[in-house]
């Protein structure tokens, strides 16, 4: 098992800044790919940005690609997903999920085996 706390969500004008964190424990942090998934009221969830077991390589989905950049510490057993140029339309339930092994690609969330509860982010306009 993995749990997984996020946290560093609240309100914020478009056009700001936020940093989440994504805290782990219960297994090896660093044999686990690392994504960050957002869901809005009414919308499916949607892949944001996910990260190797190393942290070498990394991929977002087309809509935050150049505003939001992740990272992870394995040390620490956290991942970050720092979000910049913040707009009304990123305003969602920011989770973090964790993946022993991708079958086919990062950002789908079925590769998925455990989840955050979620942190919620708001961008006023």
């Known amino acids: 098992q993995v749990q997984l706390v996020e946290s560093g969500g609240g309100l914020v004008q478009a056009g700001g800044s936020l940093r989440l964190s994504c805290a782990a424990s219960?297994?090896?942090?660093?044999?686990?790919?690392m994504g960050w998934f957002r869901q809005a009221p009414g919308k499916e969830r949607e892949s944001v940005a996910a990260?190797?077991?190393?942290?070498?390589?990394?991929y977002y989905a087309d809509s935050v690609k150049d505003r939001f950049t992740i990272s992870r510490d394995n040390a620490k057993n956290t991942v970050y997903l720092q979000m910049n140029s913040l707009k009304p339309e990123d305003t969602a339930v920011y989770l973090c999920a964790a993946a022993y092994q991708i079958t086919r690609w990062a950002l789908r969330a079925g590769e998925y085996e455990y989840w955050g509860q979620g942190t919620q982010v708001t961008v006023s306009s």
């Open positions: 990260i190797s077991k190393s942290g070498g390589s990394t």
């Open positions: 219960g297994r090896t942090f660093s044999s686990y790919v």
